[in-house]
Each structure stands twice: as structure tokens, then as C-alpha cells.
């Protein structure tokens, strides 16, 4: 007989029981997955930290130099033997006495049977020595008492000049064609060496003619033996003159935009200004010439000179030339911007559609650059034709559209790019170096993009 009173045990289905902790663990995972797959799987994009730099590592560069002159070569009108009257780089007049030709070499012996005569100055001697005379007396100082052994050598100096060109001109009537006394054919300074550089010009430089190891030059001196037609003597005509310089293409781009530089001659450490103009030569290369208006006599006997050109240190911020890149930017005027909020942004009164109806907001966007009369911001902040209001009492709209190009870097401060306006002020070989301490610029420490053709405005970066 059963129990009734026998319990039953009824068996329920069992219900599935989660852990809320391994659900919140799971997703973590997940999400930690993700961003790790994405931080694998995308560019890396490359930064640089602005730093402060200058161009002193390219100051001061040193170049070859070659000479340009205006210069006239004078050849022998006749055979002979030379004698020259003048000295090298003496300054000479037209029709100065400068050399005679004595076609049979016996100038010497002459000269001595001369010296055994009476020689006397004539009417035109003695007027050049009273112009030496009265040069000396207007110019005398009481203070500088050594002027005048210097005028007493310079006059006995003259008058024994004076007196040997009278016998040389006595000897030249009685030798008849076979001694002759020539007079300088212009005006300047005297030279007795020719090197085939007196005609060239900037526009037939080549860079050959830097090649100090194949200059030739043929300097002449008095007892020589000459050929009629042969060069004997040059002038250089003109006090100014030039050095021509090799430029690479960076130094051509740098100085294509300068008037005058300081230059040191290295020969002697002298420093003065010359102008500069950059000129494309014969073989297409570009070639810097330095102008100057003084030193031509000091440096007459060198074709070839060592110079450096001092430029003027320039500080700034640096960076690299790939980071640039080029933008335009909305222009605002500025009446229609004003300072605001917590900030002190500068913010613009603009109209916007919402639900139908037109309304009024102050929006701060963010400012590239200014100038006195403009705001200039990235075309992704503000749509073509949005309208802003001025904020004074005359009612007048500016309607977006207007841009202005500009260079500048995408900085990565605030984890995406945001384009900032640089003003170059030099131009190094890998870097440039950009004003510092604007409004809306650079600053020292901040992160720009190092490439910055890879990415565009507003772009998050993966670091």
C-alpha cells in the first residue's frame, strides 16, 4: 500500500545565469582587439617637435672669385726693345709718356752719353713741378709735419723723371725710326700682364673659367723684346668693377632676392658692401656678381680672389621643408570678428537655418592667420556663401567665399591636423627657418606633421 503522504520532487529547468563582470570584460576585450588591429593596420604618421634654429652653420660661405674689369689691351706699334716709364697700377692720363721702342737695344748706352750733357727743364716741366708745388701748399697740416718729407721725396721724384724725358725725347729726335717714345692710349690704371679674362662678361661665364689650375698669364717688363702687333700694355678704365662668384642653386634662390651683401677679402681681411645680382652664364649655370665702386686699384693684379660673404644671422623656429604645404584660407575683414568667451576667441556673429527658421550664432572658429585687415580660416570651418553680420549698428553682411593662398604646416597638438601659416624668412638645405612669436603661429615644442603631402586638414592622427 503506498504512502499518499509520500512527497514528489518535481525537477524545473534550469535557468541560464550570467555574470555581469565577464560581460563588461568581454567588451573591454573586444574594444582593446579593435584598437588593436587599427593601431597595426594604419600609417603611423611621423611628427616633428618645432624647435628654435638659425642659419649660422651657413653663414659666412667662401667662394673663388674671378674678376671682371673694363680693361683694354694696347699692342706694339713696332719691333724692339721695351722700356716702361710708369709703374705697374700707376693711374695714367691719355697721352701720359708710358714706354719707348728702341729697335736696336742700345737705349742704355744712350741714356749715359745724354747724362754727360747739361740737361735742362723746359716751360712745361717746370709748370708740373708748380702744380706739385701748389697741391702741396693748399693741403699742408701743421700737425702732420711728415707731409712734407714726403713732398720733398716726391718732387726730387719728379724732377729726375722730368729731366730723363727730356733726354729720352732729345734721343728720340736725333735716333730717328729707330727709337721711338709712345704715350698711353687712354686714360686709368696701367697694367703690363694680359690673360685672355680683359673682354670676358658675366653672360660668357662658365664654370671652366674657374679652373685656377689651367690660368695662363704673360706679364711684361722693361729690356724685353717685342713684336710689332704684340700686347705690351693694358688699362683698366673704370673704377667699378665686379667678382664674379659660382652660386649652387639654394644660394641663387637666396640671393635672387637680395640688393647688396658685406664681403671680406680673405688676402687681406678687408670688408666692404658690393651689390649682387644673380645671372645665368653661357653654360646655363647660375653665377652671383658682386659690384663694387672701390678697392679696383688695391686688387688689379688678381684675376682670381678669396672672398667670403658675411650674411646676417637669422633666428627663428625650425622646420623641416617637407612639412610645408599649401592652403587657401576663407579672408574675413576684421570689422566683422570680435573678441569672446572664455578665451577670448575671436568669434563671428554668422546667420544659420534651423528647423525652417533663420537664426543668429556667435561661432569660434579657428584663425590660421591676420593681418591688418583680414581673418583668414581653413575653408572647413565655414560653408561657401555663409553670411556673417557686423557687429555694429550698420547692418552690413559679408558673405563667405573669398580665399587667399597661403603656406603653412598641419600642427598635431590636439591629436588632429590643424593648418597653421609660417612666413619664411630663410631658406637652409633641409630646413626652413620661420618667423617666431606671431599671433595664430608657430611656437616653440609644438607637434607639426613631418610629411605634410600625406594627410589633410581636420585628419586624426595615429602617432
Given at each position: ?17 550570467l ?15 579593435v ?32 674678376a671682371?674689369?673694363?680693361e ?54 717746370l ?81 671652366s ?28 678704365n ?80 625650425k ?67 555663409d ?72 585628419q586624426?592622427?595615429?602617432?
Amino acid at each position: 500500500m503506498s504512502n499518499n503522504n509520500e512527497k514528489k520532487t518535481v525537477k524545473l529547468k534550469s535557468v541560464l545565469s550570467l555574470n555581469i563582470g565577464f560581460v563588461i570584460l568581454g567588451l573591454v576585450c573586444v574594444y582593446l582587439f579593435v584598437n588593436m588591429v587599427i593601431y597595426f593596420t594604419t600609417e603611423k604618421t611621423s611628427y616633428y617637435e618645432v624647435v628654435e634654429g638659425s642659419n649660422s652653420e651657413d653663414l659666412n660661405t667662401s667662394y673663388v672669385g674671378i674678376a671682371l674689369r673694363d680693361e683694354t689691351i694696347y699692342t706694339s706699334k713696332s719691333s724692339g726693345y721695351i722700356d716702361y716709364y710708369v709703374s705697374e697700377c700707376s693711374r695714367v692720363s691719355k697721352n701720359t709718356t708710358l714706354y719707348s721702342i728702341d729697335s736696336k737695344g742700345t737705349l742704355n748706352d744712350l741714356l749715359s752719353e745724354a747724362t754727360s750733357s747739361d740737361t735742362k727743364l723746359n716751360s712745361d716741366n717746370l709748370s708740373t713741378i708748380s702744380d706739385l708745388i701748389n697741391t702741396f701748399t693748399n693741403s699742408y697740416d701743421d700737425m702732420n709735419f711728415s707731409q712734407l718729407y714726403e713732398f720733398k721725396t716726391s718732387l726730387k721724384g719728379t724732377v729726375v723723371d722730368l729731366v730723363n724725358m727730356n733726354k729720352l725725347q732729345k734721343l728720340a729726335k736725333e735716333k730717328g725710326e729707330s727709337f721711338s717714345i709712345n704715350k698711353s692710349g687712354s686714360a686709368g690704371i696701367v697694367m703690363y700682364r694680359i690673360d685672355d679674362y680683359e673682354t670676358l662678361t658675366k653672360k660668357q661665364l662658365k664654370k671652366s673659367d674657374f679652373d685656377q689650375s689651367k690660368y695662363i698669364s704673360a706679364h711684361f717688363s722693361s729690356g724685353s723684346e717685342v713684336e710689332k702687333g704684340a700686347p705690351i700694355y693694358k688699362t683698366i678704365n673704370n673704377e667699378e668693377w665686379s667678382i664674379a662668384i659660382q652660386l649652387t642653386k639654394e644660394q641663387a634662390k637666396k640671393y635672387k632676392k637680395t640688393a647688396g651683401v658685406k664681403i671680406k677679402f680673405l688676402k687681406d681681411d678687408v670688408t666692404t658692401t658690393a651689390n649682387i645680382e644673380v645671372v645665368k652664364g653661357a653654360d646655363k649655370k647660375r653665377y652671383g656678381i658682386l659690384t663694387l665702386s672701390k678697392y679696383m686699384v688695391r686688387y688689379a693684379t688678381d684675376r682670381f680672389l678669396d672672398i667670403q660673404i658675411i650674411d646676417q644671422k637669422t633666428v627663428g623656429l625650425k622646420i623641416p621643408k617637407t612639412s610645408l604645404v599649401k592652403k587657401k584660407l576663407y579672408t574675413i575683414p576684421k570689422e566683422y570678428g570680435a573678441e569672446g568667451g572664455e578665451a577670448n576667441n575671436i568669434g563671428f556673429n554668422r546667420q544659420v537655418r534651423s528647423e525652417g527658421e533663420i537664426k543668429n550664432e556667435f561661432y569660434y572658429p579657428t584663425i590660421a592667420y591676420s593681418d591688418d585687415n583680414n581673418y583668414y580660416v581653413s575653408t572647413t570651418l565655414f560653408d561657401k556663401g555663409d553670411i556673417l553680420l557686423s557687429l555694429d549698428s550698420g547692418g552690413n553682411q559679408y558673405m563667405i567665399g573669398s580665399t587667399q593662398e597661403f603656406v603653412g604646416v598641419y600642427s598635431i597638438n590636439n591629436g588632429y591636423t590643424v593648418f597653421v601659416r609660417v612666413n619664411i624668412i630663410e631658406t637652409l638645405d633641409e630646413y626652413y627657418i620661420v618667423e617666431s612669436g606671431t599671433t595664430f603661429g608657430l611656437s616653440q615644442y609644438d607637434r607639426i606633421v613631418l610629411d605634410g603631402s600625406k594627410v589633410s586638414e581636420n585628419q586624426i592622427i595615429f602617432q
